[in-house]
């Protein structure tokens, strides 16, 4: 009996395909094209870099960066002070370009991402040329990271964010 069923549920959908396949607009003509299908969502992303300075000469977080407050006892430095915060909207391949005290300059580049991860390569310039060419992975809504140059009596870290 099963079988029965399975074959003529086999046989209607072969049936019926066909004629839908095959369907005319009224009055003869070519066929009707299927509709399109929507577009692939382009492979976008936000980029925000926050531009902190880590110092020993001020003491404690800067309570904007409380969130950050954990990853920053990996550093050596006793007081975290926000700068500035930039963001971009940026697709696969596309750059995104932020500034720095200093004259320097950030340049990051979507690569690419999936569910888990986007992958960014971030350089870092100035009037002298390119002080760091990395990529690295970011995941998901998460944050990555990058210290960097020295500025004034610490260095800038630069915490990236890609959310999406």
């Keep these: 009996m099963n079988r029965r069923i399975a074959f003529f549920a086999a046989a209607a959908l072969a049936w019926c395909t066909p004629a839908v396949a095959q369907s005319r607009p ?11 299908t929507a577009p692939a969502r382009a492979a976008r992303a936000s980029i925000t870099m926050l531009v902190v300075h880590a110092t020993d000469s001020e003491r404690g977080v800067d309570p904007r960066l409380e969130s950050l407050a954990s990853s920053f006892r990996y550093f050596k430095y006793a007081g975290y002070r926000l700068l500035s915060t930039q963001q971009a909207d940026v697709s696969e391949g596309a750059d995104a370009n932020f500034t720095l005290e200093g004259g320097r300059r950030v340049q990051v580049t979507l690569i690419s991402k999936d569910d888990a ?14 002080l760091l ?3 690295v992975s970011i995941n998901r809504d998460g944050t990555f990271i990058v210290a960097g140059p020295k500025y004034k009596d610490g260095i800038l870290m630069l915490p990236l964010r890609a959310s999406y």
């Design 26 to 36: 009224s009055g003869g003509g070519a066929p009707a094209r299927a509709p399109a």
């Design 117 to 130: 991860r986007a992958r960014v390569r971030v350089q870092i310039n100035n009037a002298e040329g390119k």
């Design 133 to 135: 060419d990395t990529t």
